[in-house]
Nanobody, 119 residues
Framework: QVQLAESGGGLVQAGGSLRLSCAASGRTFSNYAMGWFRQAPGKEREFVAAISRSGGTTSYTDSVKGRFTISRDNAKNTVYLQMNSLKPEDTAVYYC????????????WGQGTQVTVSS
């Protein structure tokens, strides 16, 4: 089992920045690929960004490329999402997720943190 806890959400004006953190506990953090997802009101949850176990490979959904950066610190068991140039359409609950080596899907999820971007 891996427990995930997000933090860092809040209210920010358009054009501003936020840094989300996701602290993991329970198992060896470096054994898990990590991802960030978000769910806006009335919409399905969508992929935002992912990072490999070593941190050497990242991927992003097109709408956040150039604005968001995913990173991880395996010594601190934490994954981050730096969000710059925020837009009102980035408003959502943001979730971090972990995917074990033997899984094709993310199998552990946090409770989420609210990000609200005002225009």
């Amino acid at each position: 089992q891996v427990q995930l806890a997000e933090s860092g959400g809040g209210l920010v004006q358009a054009g501003g920045s936020l840094r989300l953190s996701c602290a993991a506990s329970g198992r060896t953090f470096s054994n898990y690929a990590m991802g960030w997802f978000r769910q806006a009101p009335g919409k399905e949850r969508e992929f935002v960004a992912a990072i490999s176990r070593s941190g050497g490979t990242t991927s992003y959904t097109d709408s956040v490329k150039g604005r968001f950066t995913i990173s991880r610190d395996n010594a601190k068991n934490t994954v981050y999402l730096q969000m710059n140039s925020l837009k009102p359409e980035d408003t959502a609950v943001y979730y971090c997720a972990a995917r074990s080596i033997d899984s094709a899907n993310y199998n552990y999820w946090g409770q989420g943190t609210q990000v609200t971007v005002s225009s």
